[in-house]
């Protein structure tokens, strides 16, 4: 009896010393993080009938913000002697001259003014008249596209506020499917969700800036032109030297 319990306690003890050393000598597992989610994952996620139409908004929003920036910038860029020498010519009897100073000058209110040289000799109130509408097809011109940011401001929030209800659909969806509500069930709805509701917001902030930095640059035009316009008045009204 005693040495069959001490083959027992020497067979326990043998099953301990063999599992110890199988635990000294196996392979420490490391946990690691899972990959961090591209950009194109999270694209992925939001789904392209969303982030398509978002994403083309975007780059049509930059484009307009950096083009009309550099349209109107350049029409900004009116030489300051620019009237002082119409003035000149004027009194001189140098029509022709002041007509290639407009021409050269290239920027709307110079083609304001050349409009009023063209109708010189008519009513003063004719040319006030013919510059206005000179004036409105300059704008117009200059305004193209400037629309187009305050409707994207708009739309783009809408389009991320429909992602964020196909999202929780999905996750209803899902729950039905499964009968159970765990993350790994509803993360593809949350990922759909919160995605297409930042994309919509950002797009929606860029639009909604470019439009007021455009919209600010389009204002001091066309008040450039209203000054040159009265300008011009001013000077067909003055007595020559």
């Known amino acids: ?33 899972a990959d961090q989610l591209s950009l194109w994952d999270l694209i992925s ?40 020498k119409v003035r000149d010519y004027m009194h001189e009897g140098k029509i022709d001259s002041a007509k290639n100073l407009c021409a050269q000058s290239g920027s709307p209110g110079a083609r304001m003014v050349a409009k009023g040289i063209q109708r010189m000799g008519m009513p003063a109130r004719e040319i006030e008249s013919a510059m206005e509408t000179v004036g409105r097809v300059e704008a117009g011109r200059l305004e193209r596209g400037i629309t187009m940011l305050s409707l994207f401001a708009k739309l783009a929030p809408m389009f991320g506020f429909i992602g964020t209800i196909i999202g929780v659909i999905k996750i209803f969806y899902d729950i039905s499917l499964t009968d159970n509500i765990s993350i790994s069930v509803i993360s593809e709805g949350l990922y759909q969700k919160m995605v297409t509701s930042a994309a919509g917001l950002i797009v929606g902030i860029i639009a909604f800036v470019g439009y007021h930095i455009v919209n600010t ?3 001091k035009v066309i008040a450039r ?17």
Do not use: C
């Open 1 to 33: 009896m005693f040495l069959l319990l001490t083959a027992q306690v020497q067979q326990s003890a043998a099953q301990v010393v063999e599992a110890a050393q199988q635990v000294v000598t196996a392979p420490v597992v490391v946990n690691t993080p």
């Open 45 to 84: 996620f939001g789904g392209w009938w969303i982030m398509g139409p978002l994403a083309l908004m975007s780059i049509i929003t930059v484009y307009v913000v950096i083009e009309r920036s550099i349209i109107l910038r350049k029409a900004l860029n009116q030489e300051k002697d620019f009237m002082p």
């Open 217 to 219: 640059l389009m204002d």
């Open 225 to 241: 032109m209203e000054t040159t316009s009265m300008e011009f008045m001013d000077v067909i009204h003055e007595p020559a030297k």
